[in-house]
């Protein structure tokens, strides 16, 4: 089945010390987005990508980035975790048509210690 | 910009009871619409989409209807099970070419048995 793949699950990481999410995908899809989502809020757009173009929200803190090295990875680098970034992060795609709907991998839950 | 408002949570209620989730929008153009439902620990899964006006969306006996004249595209389902219990929100995806998708806040439902 195709689906969106995101590693780890859980990821617990110090404060202040770099980590990488990854999230692959099996759609083919163009669009890639990253969500943070807190206590089953709605999830929050950080960043997506048109195939390598990279569209960043204007509140998306310069602490995240993102990756995109081909179309079935995209990458999310938080350089410098603080306690405020522990939440579940979401990977999503789209096959960029306006019917398209998101599909979501099942998250990863990042802990900051 | 567009956004999308739901009714706040929780909603409790017992094991056959008929469930509405309010939902209402403003956007600019015609965007489509969806329910997703979250599961603890996981991803948002796709419940059902609309595409335009009057289209009924449905899937594992919930339903909703794309309503223009009244912005809305509420949630029912005529009778809950326990395995309904999850959070479900409702969104939108922006006509304006932007491959955005808006969420509302998420309405979280617990059925008893």
């Known amino acids: 089945d195709a689906m969106v793949i995101q590693n780890p699950r859980y990821q617990v990481t110090q404060f202040g010390k770099p980590v990488t999410l990854s999230c692959s995908q099996t759609l083919n899809h163009n669009v890639m987005y990253w969500y943070q989502q807190k206590s089953s809020q709605a999830p929050k757009l950080l960043f997506h990508?048109?195939?390598?173009?990279?569209?960043n929200e204007a509140d998306t803190p310069d602490n995240f980035q993102s990756r995109r090295p081909n179309t079935s990875f995209c990458f999310l680098d938080i350089r410098s975790p603080g306690l405020g970034d522990a939440a579940m992060y979401l990977c999503?795609?789209?096959?960029?048509?306006?019917?398209?709907?998101?599909?979501f991998g099942n998250g990863t839950r990042l802990t900051v210690t | 910009g567009d956004s999308v408002t739901q009714m706040e949570g929780p909603v409790t209620l017992s094991e056959e009871a008929f469930l509405t989730i309010n939902c209402t929008y403003t956007a600019t153009g015609y965007p489509s619409l969806f329910w997703y439902v979250q599961y603890p620990g996981e991803g948002l899964q796709l419940l059902l989409k609309?595409?335009?006006?009057?289209d009924k969306g449905s899937n594992k006996g919930f339903e909703a209807t794309y309503r223009k004249e009244t912005t809305s595209f509420h949630l029912e389902k005529g009778s809950v099970q326990v395995s309904d219990s999850a959070v479900y929100f409702c969104a939108l995806s922006e006509s304006s070419g932007t491959y955005k998708y808006i969420f509302g806040t998420g309405t979280r439902l617990k059925v008893l048995a």
């Open positions: 609309a595409t335009k006006a009057d």
């Open positions: 990508y048109y195939d390598k173009d990279f569209n």
């Open positions: 999503a795609t789209s096959s960029a048509t306006g019917a398209s709907p998101l599909h």
